[in-house]
Every structure is written in C-alpha cells, then in structure tokens.
C-alpha cells in the first residue's frame, strides 16, 4: 500500500481534528481514515472507487460514511470536487498540492493535469486588472487524447469522414 506522504497528512490531520473541534463534529476513527487513504492517492477518484479500497483494505466504513466525510473534507478545503461534465463527481487530495488544471479525454474519460505558469500570471493580471481578489480558478480542457490502444477508451474511436467532389 503506498505511504500517504507524511508532512502534508500530518498537517492535513491537523487541519480535520481542529475544524471538527470548532464545528462541534465527533473526531471519529472513520474519518481519519479515509483521510489517510485519500492522502495516499496521487489519482483523481470517485465515491465508489473509494469506498470499495476501503473495504477492500478491510475498512470498517460505510457508503454513507465515506459520503459524509468526504462532505466534510470539501468543506476545510483537504479535498477538492470535481464535475467533469458527468453526472458523477471526482475528488482529489488539495493539502499540498501544487496548482494545476485538467485536460479531460471526451473519448476515454481520462483526467490529466497540468501545470503552466502563465495562467497563475493571468488570474493575477485580471484581478489587478478588475480589482478583485481571485482566491481560485478552475480551468477544465476537453478534447481526445488521440492515442490509438487508449486502454480506458469506452467506445470505437471515430472515423474521419472523407468527402470526395463529383
């Protein structure tokens, strides 16, 4: 099982016991937990996928457990969620990671990342520009991945119409 990197579950952890604390929410054994298992993820993932590594690592959690704290993980920004489009929603660790935004494959489904220093530069220039205090942004790319044996691909990749003149 991969080690949730130390530092920043550490930090994460401190995070959850003091806003459960100031919110007057139980500090339950579940909840750190699927905190340290979201941790150990570097993926973006869904409610079920992460409920069903949880059960089987042998995790004593419930669906509407794992729903529940992932409620509450949103809410002291540990965790961040996503719609790509779908009805589904995915989520991803936030403590500690870096800035980055999303190319979504519409053939697939795959989520990849990025990261381009010269969007950071343009939300600064926009909010200095508009006076405004841009405190997130989220910056979504949907196309094709174009890889010929994409294992992930769900449906037969389109064939390119040819058009001949008469």
């Known amino acids: 099982m991969p080690q949730a990197s130390k530092p920043n579950f550490e930090a994460a952890k401190k995070i959850l016991t003091a806003y459960l604390e100031n919110k007057g929410l139980r500090k339950t054994p579940e909840r750190f937990a699927i905190l340290e298992e979201i941790y150990t993820r570097e993926d973006h993932f869904d409610v079920d996928e992460l409920y069903i590594s949880m059960k089987n690592k042998r995790y004593r959690v419930s669906r509407a457990t794992v729903y529940n704290t992932l409620d509450v993980l949103v809410d002291c920004d540990l965790v961040t969620k996503h719609q790509f489009g779908k009805n589904l929603a995915q989520f991803e660790k936030s403590y500690g990671n870096k800035q980055h935004d999303h190319l979504i494959c519409t ?35 949907y196309g094709n991945c174009n890889k010929e044996n994409c294992q992930n691909r769900t449906e037969a990749p389109r064939e390119t119409a040819v058009y001949e003149d008469r």
């Open 107 to 141: 053939d697939c489904h795959k989520v990849m990342e990025f990261c381009d220093p010269r969007i950071q530069s343009i939300q600064n220039m926009v909010g200095e520009m508009l006076n405004f205090s841009v405190m997130h942004h989220s910056l979504i790319f």
